[in-house]
């Protein structure tokens, strides 16, 4: 049976200051209410304990500079109906309070010189301005920066892109406007019109050795993995976080033994739906390992918070690989964060 892990701790916050960066977006620097904010990674996300009737946790990416830690800035999107806790947000004002956990998640920079590309849509912006600022610090770097939404309302942070973009020559930055004009291009509010396709990527990108990150809703992420895949983008070398779902997973042969998977390698079975495949450690989690023989388990973080993919296990022995904020019912476990400790199955 798995351990009981720790709670993780919390943190008190105070809204310093209430940014209107769009009719739709709003920007909150917390600071803590007392003592020091912990350190965060540039793509991380920021749990918080809202205890609303419809929803007790909501995460939300840090988008400020991760050498700032005055404050995390939340830059949240009102969302139809207010859902998941954003028209709490949004009606948050300077000396409200409150309750998170410290900052956690996987999708994070990697530390190394290869050229970067950041392709984000909508309110994915949020984790690539975190990684921007951390890139400003490798001004020679070669990044670039590809943003899609749908018109100049719905652009936030020009300013501050700008002014990164000035510290950092090795940076290419293109807005492209779905609903845009002449007039936009010309007063180069963005550099494209229409949709981000493989024509465009393809003239921006040489060959090379990319890390690509995407982050934006699931339509979109789903097509702009395939065009990079077209290219030829290793997919081992594009890390994403999806605002919305993952892309469709790319079924594999049920029962199959993956090239590096041992003889004793653990079998995981899905007994609802009778698939069953031997686990290789390539997947990260459960979840993964599952989306990539063709099953779509419910997920929402995809950061141990959520509690949306909780599985029951009917059988064999799993670990967490995340402090959990709060642990699944008896029996279950949270495919996000979950992999096998040998023979596994499954109610999926």
């Known amino acids: 049976m798995t351990a ?8 008190t916050l105070e809204v310093a200051e209430r ?5 739709a977006v709003v920007s909150l620097r917390l600071r803590a209410a007392a003592g020091e904010l912990p350190p965060f990674l540039p793509g991380q996300h920021l749990p918080l304990r809202l205890n609303l009737p419809e929803r007790s946790l909501a995460t939300y990416t840090i988008s400020s500079d991760p050498g700032d830690l005055s404050a995390y800035r939340l830059s949240v999107k009102l969302e139809p109906g207010g ?8 009606g948050l004002q300077p000396g409200d309070q409150l309750q998170a956990e410290v900052p956690r998640g996987r999708f994070v920079l990697q530390e190394d010189d290869r050229p970067v590309l950041l392709l984000t849509g909508g309110i ?5 301005l975190s990684m921007l600022h951390a890139l400003a610090r490798q001004p020679d770097r070669p990044v ?7 018109s100049r309302d719905d652009l936030c942070f020009a300013e501050e892109l700008a002014g990164l973009e000035a510290r950092m020559p090795g940076l290419t930055r293109i807005t492209v406007f779905a609903e845009g004009s ?7 509010r963005c550099q494209h019109l229409g949709l981000i396709d493989r024509a465009l990527l393809r003239r921006l990108l040489p060959l090379d050795a990319w890390q690509a990150y995407l982050c934006g809703p699931d339509g979109f992420m789903a097509a702009m993995r395939a065009a990079l895949a077209s290219l030829g983008l290793p997919d081992g070398e594009i890390r994403q976080e999806s605002f919305g779902g993952a892309p469709a997973p790319v079924p594999a042969a049920p029962a199959a033994r993956a090239a590096g998977a041992t ?3 653990p079998t995981i079975r899905f007994a609802r739906s009778g698939t069953e495949a031997v686990w290789d450690g390539s997947q990260p989690s459960l979840l993964d390992f599952a989306e990539a023989q063709g099953l779509s388990p419910d997920f929402s973080c995809r950061a141990g918070i959520c509690g949306s993919c909780a599985c029951r296990r009917l059988d064999g022995e799993t670990e967490h690989t995340e402090e959990l904020i709060d642990s699944p019912p008896e029996g279950e476990i949270l495919l996000c964060c979950s992999v096998p400790k040998g023979d596994v199955v499954l109610d999926l």
Request: charged content about 20%; hydrophobic content about 50%.
């Open 19 to 23: 940014v209107a960066e769009s009719a």
């Open 144 to 150: 670039v920066f590809l943003h899609a939404c749908r």
């Open 4 to 11: 009981e892990p720790a709670r993780a701790a919390a943190l």
């Open 182 to 188: 002449a007039a936009d291009l010309e007063t180069a």
């Open 263 to 265: 003889a004793d390698a």
């Open 83 to 90: 859902k998941g806790g954003s028209r709490h947000l949004h």
């Open 124 to 128: 994915g912006i949020t984790p690539a």
